[in-house]
């Protein structure tokens, strides 16, 4: 069923070398820190990524370690953050650079939070990097209700 979902939303991975697949894999594996978990954990944590959002494995290992980077840095994640953040919300890999700062600075700015809140709120309800923030479409109060149910 799970490879079925696979399919049917990227089926471009049925043309995918086994070593681009394996190639991919491997950098999520060492960028997440898979290889430090027991094999059922990491097993687990990998297979629900993809499940969750296939079109990782379309996504250059370059553009993956970038994005990880980029949060790990900007929010003074731990390994575990970064892995629970990926796994929790797998379309932040395909968010742009420009577009996380923008919802980054939403909430510290707009909000009000301090960075450690940041850090909290997104670690805590990854999604929060996937809404719109349009600055003149939203008004905070509006924002911190979605946050808040």
Excluded: W
């Amino acid at each position: 069923d799970e490879l079925r979902r696979v399919v049917v939303q990227v089926p471009t991975v049925l043309t995918y070398s086994e070593a681009n697949v394996e190639g991919k894999l491997a950098c999520l594996e060492t960028e997440l820190g898979l290889l430090h978990l027991d094999r059922e954990d990491y097993a687990g944590t990998l297979r629900k990524m993809i499940v969750r959002m296939p079109k990782v494995l379309s996504y250059s290992e370059k553009s993956v370690v970038s994005k990880l980077q980029y949060l790990t840095r900007r929010l003074g994640l731990a390994p575990n953050d970064v892995r629970l953040l990926a796994t929790r919300l797998p379309a932040v890999l395909s968010y742009s650079e420009a577009n996380l700062e923008c919802k980054l600075k939403f909430l510290s700015s707009r909000l009000g939070l301090e960075q450690e809140e940041v850090r909290k709120v997104v670690t805590k309800l990854p999604s929060v990097l996937g809404y719109s923030v349009e600055v003149r479409h939203t008004q905070p109060h509006q924002f911190m209700r979605v946050l808040l149910l």
